[in-house]
């Protein structure tokens, strides 16, 4: 077919590369270690501006004439599908990074999440020479609620308090660590009353009762 003659060589040309690669690669025993991809959302709006602007350099090439309307649509097609086809790994990566750190039940961080936070906060802390707090909390008798009226009860109050701590301030980051043992990390705390203001201010927050 003369119209595919150019793309006839490049294929060829790309396969006699990629023999050649395997067997340079056998022949020296190189061992190769794939990088896994992170994805984030910058890479997902990298992802999105480039194929917009494939796009769009492809139909400004159609319309000044150096590309036919079947090349037009071919690239289209393959653009579109590319973008389909990252669009769902990436959504189904983060939501992957999104349940090693978040606790299912209360949407809270989990344990696993905690160290990076602290490390974070302490590097953080020591480059602007600022200071945080560390609050542990654990729900006293909420073993004889699950005794008395069940876990999908006790599961309804894990899911209240983690609530209201999602609810505080953004200087507030909050973590389930066990059961119904929580942790709370408080940002640019100043002095020690910062830091007892804020330990009234969270047993208020749990000690406000649970109504079901």
């Given amino acids: ?36 991809y992170q994805y984030t959302e910058h890479t997902v ?4 501006l480039t194929v917009i602007l494939s796009i769009l350099i492809s139909f400004v ?4 004439g150096f590309l036919s309307q079947n090349e037009f649509f071919y690239l289209l097609i393959a653009l579109l599908g590319y973008w389909i086809m990252t669009s769902t790994f990436q959504n189904g990566a983060l939501n992957e990074q999104l349940l090693k750190q978040r606790d299912i039940l209360t949407g ?3 344990r696993r999440y905690s160290s990076t936070v602290m490390e974070e906060a302490v590097a953080k802390a020591n480059e602007s020479y600022t200071r945080f707090a560390v ?4 729900l006293n008798n909420f073993k004889p609620i699950n005794d008395t009226y069940g876990h999908d009860m006790g599961d309804h109050v894990l899911k ?7 609810a505080l301030d953004s200087d507030y980051i909050s973590f389930r660590v066990g059961g119904d043992e929580f942790m709370i990390v408080k940002r640019g705390i100043e002095n020690d009353s910062d830091t007892a203001d804020t330990a009234h201010k969270l047993q208020k927050l749990f ?6």
């Fill in 135 to 138: 609050f542990c909390v654990d």
């Fill in 108 to 110: 809270l961080y989990n």
């Fill in 160 to 166: 209240e308090y983690g609530m209201r701590m999602l």
């Fill in 207 to 212: 000690h406000t009762p649970v109504n079901i």
């Fill in 61 to 64: 090439l159609w319309v000044t």
């Fill in 1 to 36: 077919d003369p119209e595919n003659i150019y793309q006839n060589l490049i294929y060829m040309l790309c396969m006699m590369l990629m023999a050649h690669g395997i067997y340079h690669q056998i022949r020296h025993k190189h061992v190769v270690r794939l990088r896994t």
């Fill in 45 to 48: 709006k990298r992802t999105r």
